[in-house]
Nanobody, 115 residues
Framework: QVQLVESGGGLVQAGDSLRLSCAAS????????MGWFRQAPGNERDFIAR???????LYAEIVKGRFTASRDNAKNTVYLQMNALTPEDTAVYYC?????????WGPGTQVTVSS
């Protein structure tokens, strides 16, 4: 059974950095793209970043230049390095992976950025 677990969230101040982790289990995910999304209260879940099996990345414009996705296939883990955080980055952050025909999500980790 595929499971994803995010970690690394917390309360930080504007301008700080955080690194989120997403550990996957229940399979080998090196050939699958994994994504990062976030959802603020009252908002839809928005795409943030994607990293494919070979390390190629794609970012939402709103985080480009501040956030960096990476992965360690030996550990079945993907990371999201977040720099220059602002209060607008406050949200629950989720990772996902699509293993056809299903898409799996983690429970999320809360990131709160104070001004």
């Amino acid at each position: 059974q595929v499971q994803l677990v995010e970690s690394g969230g917390g309360l930080v101040q504007a301008g700080d950095s955080l690194r989120l982790s997403c550990a996957a289990s229940g399979g080998t995910f090196s050939r699958y793209a994994m994504g990062w999304f976030r959802q603020a209260p009252g908002n839809e879940r928005d795409f943030i970043a994607r990293i494919d099996g070979s390390g190629g990345t794609l970012y939402a414009e709103i985080v480009k230049g501040r956030f960096t996705a990476s992965r360690d296939n030996a550990k079945n883990t993907v990371y999201l390095q977040m720099n220059a955080l602002t209060p607008e980055d406050t949200a629950v952050y989720y990772c996902n992976v699509r293993v056809p025909p299903y898409t799996y999500w983690g429970p999320g980790t809360q990131v709160t950025v104070s001004s």
